[in-house]
């Protein structure tokens, strides 16, 4: 097993004040959060819990845990609805999937489930996330469950948010549509490797910068709506995602295949929205003015400092204090969700070997699994999804068959 962190390479572990057996971070008042580790070796490995993002969403998806644990799904299906004042469970139990996978139904669904699940595993099977945990993510919306399960904040007040930024989303989509004409939404492309997917990336951006003069990124916000297109998504080492036009991402297609001799696969995602591009900026901007709004009862929205790192789409890196959380998670409505960097991380740099994915679908374990050569349970970790009772149980099995096992295993 290793020993204490090097402070110039981790920034995952304890403050002064943290725990001595385990080295997990302990609250201290006020400051910035340093996430470096000065205390002893630990005894188990590190463990990252991740959650998913829009997609993954299916009519029903709740209803097992209601079933199989209805002591502690019933309060919390009740406390959704409430604290939303809309029957969000039905359209969840039993509403069609057109109207599930509404951006402003899909996404607080998704956030809510997954953090249901994770109540169950903390109540059902007595799993101490902060104890049993050294780091949160998620992918895109998925970064709300982490910062819920980080800490940071309060499930109701995660939930509301969700929903009030769901609803300006639509609304830009819809105003683009009715301003610009045409039809916005998002292409995955997947590259035959790491060597291709960097080569494809540069070859975009050029092309980008070259049709829309000005461009620093991936597309100019002074161009029409209609004509933007941004890489809302770098997931792994060879698949990435589009976002904006369809029509112009198809001429992107067309220019890349006969003049910089690619032809990746590519696959048109169930969204119309476009997602994290700069059609999204006046979401950006409400969740900016919504960050900074106390609560009802006076307080500040984001608790600070948490109990564990989170880490951010934007930056692929653990948010580093209050005001940059609230920067970043604004920003990440319209800026590239850097999967693939926040993976790499973990792994190569943090040598996190257990991974737990939270929350509704199959995606966000496979993406992660590829990525680091890990599917299941392997010698000292493991990449796992819990989406069922029985993976739940599955799962909670590993961890503790795998609680002891050394960084060198």
């Known amino acids: ?54 997609g993954v969403q299916r009519v029903g998806m709740a209803t097992p845990w209601l079933e199989a644990f209805p002591s502690t799904a019933k309060p919390i299906l009740e406390e959704i609805d409430s604290t939303l004042e809309l029957p969000l469970t039905k359209i969840i139990a039993e509403g069609t999937n057109a109207e599930l996978t509404r951006t402003e139904n899909a996404q607080p669904a998704i956030m809510a489930t997954s953090i249901l699940i994770l109540r169950v595993m903390e109540t059902e099977f007595g799993f101490k996330t902060e104890d049993r945990v050294d780091i949160t993510l998620g992918h895109s919306l998925g970064e709300f469950a982490a910062l819920v399960a980080g800490g940071y ?97 198809q001429t992107l297609l067309t220019n890349l295949r006969q003049f910089g001799g690619h032809d990746p696969r590519h696959v048109r995602l169930k969204s119309d929205s476009p997602f994290h591009s700069p059609l999204m900026r006046p979401a950006q901007e409400m969740m900016k003015r919504y960050l900074y709004t106390p609560t009802s009862s006076g307080s500040d929205i984001i608790t600070w400092p948490a109990v564990m790192p989170c880490i951010s789409n934007v930056s692929g890196r653990p948010f580093q204090s209050e005001d940059q959380l609230k920067d970043l998670l604004s920003r990440s409505c319209v800026e590239t969700v850097q999967w693939w960097r926040s993976i790499k991380f973990l792994h190569e740099e943090e040598k996190v ?23 299941g349970a392997v010698k000292g970790g493991g990449v796992w999804g819990i989406t069922s009772p029985k993976e739940m149980e599955e799962v909670v099995r590993a961890l503790d068959d795998t609680e002891l096992a050394s960084d060198e295993d």
């Open 153 to 249: 904040l309060a499930f109701g007040d995660a939930l509301k948010m969700v929903r009030k930024r769901a609803e300006k989303m639509s609304e830009c989509s819809r105003k683009a549509v009715e301003e610009e004409g045409g039809e916005f939404g998002m292409i995955a492309l997947v590259c035959e490797s790491e060597t291709h997917l960097k080569s494809l990336i540069n070859d975009i951006r050029e092309f980008l910068s070259l049709s829309s003069q000005g461009s620093k990124t991936d597309s100019t916000v002074d161009i029409p709506a209609v004509e933007q297109v941004s890489i809302a998504n770098i997931n792994s080492k060879n698949q990435i995602v589009l976002s904006g036009s369809i029509e112009r991402i």
């Open 353 to 375: 070997r257990r991974y737990v994915g939270i929350g509704p679908g199959k995606v966000g374990r496979n993406l992660v699994g590829k990525e680091v050569g890990m599917k």
């Open 1 to 54: 097993m290793s020993t204490s962190l090097s402070p110039s390479r981790s920034i995952i572990g304890s403050l002064p004040g943290a725990c001595k057996q385990c080295g997990r971070l302990r609250p201290r008042p006020g400051g910035a959060q340093r996430w470096v580790s000065n205390g002893p070796a630990r005894k188990r490995p590190k463990t990252a819990l991740f959650f998913p993002g829009q």
